[in-house]
């Protein structure tokens, strides 16, 4: 599918709602105030996880004003149009809900199923999944043609690329809303089929799974980054993992492996690797200098 829909039948979108508020959730939340100025919700399970994301969206507000690209009056209108609870019913107003939760079919469908009970049947939902199946996502929603695919890239605030994901359900108005989405929010949009890993994941998982690959083959991990020095990518291998998470990397890894065993190999080194809470050593500046606890294990 190439193209953007006609852009006169979106939605107007006058408040945003985001479920969960981890990070990469906390980084739409911001994104979503300073481009669209509108309200954002964000909820979680629990209070103390909406606070952790409301202290990392204050602290970059307050980083944005130190670099003068805010000013105090612009803070705190920022500040004040980000709203953080626990109480879902506070999704009954928005027009464009967002889900940022663990990459987990079952727990996207469950979350998409509480949500649906709460909101009108024309709101927009979108799924940040960066691999898995958004059709299968919406199996069980009373409405699937309003779920659509909206996928961002780490980190949020600077990566200029959103891949929205059509199913065979979704609507015009969906596919629509979420183009105009994106534009309001700076990005470039590309339409992308509902396949594993869409585009981007598919070259990545190439990327990190056969850097991890070859260091357990036996290459020292420096050289490995070496070796991808001259290719001009603006981050080595394992400097990609640890900003996307080694637990998404190795998601990411077995979904592809399990979509496409013949192209694609579930790496279980790679995937022990995710369990361990750091494994890659840095200096000052974030670039890699080992792998001493991969190293012990
Ligand atoms: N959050 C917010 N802003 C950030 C940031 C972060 N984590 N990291 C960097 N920035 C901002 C900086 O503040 C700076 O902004 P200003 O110029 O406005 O001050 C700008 O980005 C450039 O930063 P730096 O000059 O410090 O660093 P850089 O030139 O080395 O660029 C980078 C940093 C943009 C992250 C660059 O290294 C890059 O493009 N890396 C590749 C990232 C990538 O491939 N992401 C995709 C991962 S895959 C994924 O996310 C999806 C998935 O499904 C797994």
New binding site residues.
């Given amino acids: 599918p190439v193209g953007a829909p006609d852009k006169a039948l979106a939605k107007k979108v006058q408040k945003v709602g985001i479920i969960g508020a981890g990070l990469m959730a906390s980084?739409f939340a911001l994104l979503f105030v300073r481009k669209l100025q509108v309200p954002v919700l964000i909820t979680d399970l629990d209070q103390a996880r909406v606070d952790k994301g409301l202290a990392y969206i204050h602290e970059e507000i307050g980083k944005l004003e130190q670099?003068g690209r805010l000013d105090g009056d612009g803070a705190n209108r920022l500040r004040a149009l980000i709203h953080g609870t626990t109480d879902k019913s506070e999704y009954a107003d928005c027009d464009f809900v967002i889900e940022a939760v663990f990459e987990e079919v079952g727990v996207k469908q469950q979350v998409f199923g509480e949500i649906e009970k709460i909101v009108p049947a024309d709101t927009i939902l979108a799924t940040n999944t960066?691999?898995l199946s958004v059709e299968e996502i919406g199996e069980k929603l009373e409405h699937p043609e309003r779920l659509v695919g909206f996928?961002f890239?780490?980190?949020v605030?600077?990566?200029p690329l959103i891949e929205i994901v059509k199913t065979p359900t979704t609507n015009e108005a969906a596919l629509s809303t979420a183009f105009v989405v994106a534009k309001g929010l700076g990005k470039n949009a590309v339409l992308t089929a509902d396949a594993p890993g869409f585009v981007?994941?598919r070259l990545?998982a190439k990327v990190m799974g056969e850097a991890a690959r070859a260091v357990y083959e036996g290459t020292p991990l420096l050289t490995v980054e070496k070796a991808f020095g001259p290719l001009g990518l603006?981050?080595t291998p394992f400097q990609?993992i640890d900003?996307?998470g080694w637990k998404?990397?190795a998601h990411?890894q077995d979904t592809m492996a399990s979509a496409f065993p013949e192209r694609f190999y579930a790496n279980e080194n790679f995937h022990q690797l995710a369990e361990l809470p750091q494994v890659v050593d840095k200096d000052k500046n974030g670039k890699v200098t080992g792998w001493t606890k991969a190293a012990e294990k």
């Fill in positions: 980084q670099k960066s691999s996928h890239f780490n980190p605030a600077v990566m981007v994941n990545l603006p981050m990609l900003l996307v998404v990397a990411v």
